[in-house]
């Protein structure tokens, strides 16, 4: 049974950074590309950023050039470093493990709450 757990969600200033880890566990994620949805209230959940099998990463525009995301293969952890945070940014983030071959396979965590106050 795979799990997925995020961490380090909180309150922040505008301005200021996080760091957000998502844990998996069950598993090695290594063949799997990881990703970092968001969703604020009232919103559909959208898409962040993912970091594929051999390290390559994708942003989506409101947070590129702010966000970073890394992976550590033998701690099996992904995590989202986010600088210069908006009020914008508010949203719980989702944690995301899916592989396409050769069967697709999904997980997602549960979220964690990021608050930026301005």
């Known amino acids: 049974q795979v799990q997925l757990v995020e961490s380090g969600g909180g309150l922040v200033q505008a301005g200021g950074s996080l760091t957000l880890s998502c844990a998996a566990s069950?598993?090695?994620?290594?063949?799997?590309?990881m990703g970092w949805f968001r969703q604020g209230s009232g919103k559909e959940r959208e898409f962040v950023g993912d970091?594929?099998?051999?390290?390559?990463?994708r942003y989506a525009d409101s947070v590129k050039g702010r966000f970073t995301i890394s992976r550590d293969y033998a701690r099996n952890t992904v995590s989202l470093r986010m600088n210069n945070l908006k009020p914008e940014d508010t949203a719980v983030y989702y944690c995301?493990?899916?592989?396409?071959?050769?069967?697709?396979?999904?997980?997602w965590g549960q979220g964690t709450q990021v608050t930026v106050s301005s």
């Open positions: 069950g598993r090695t994620m290594s063949s799997y590309a």
């Open positions: 970091i594929s099998r051999s390290g390559n990463t």
């Open positions: 995301r493990a899916q592989k396409l071959s050769p069967i697709v396979d999904d997980y």
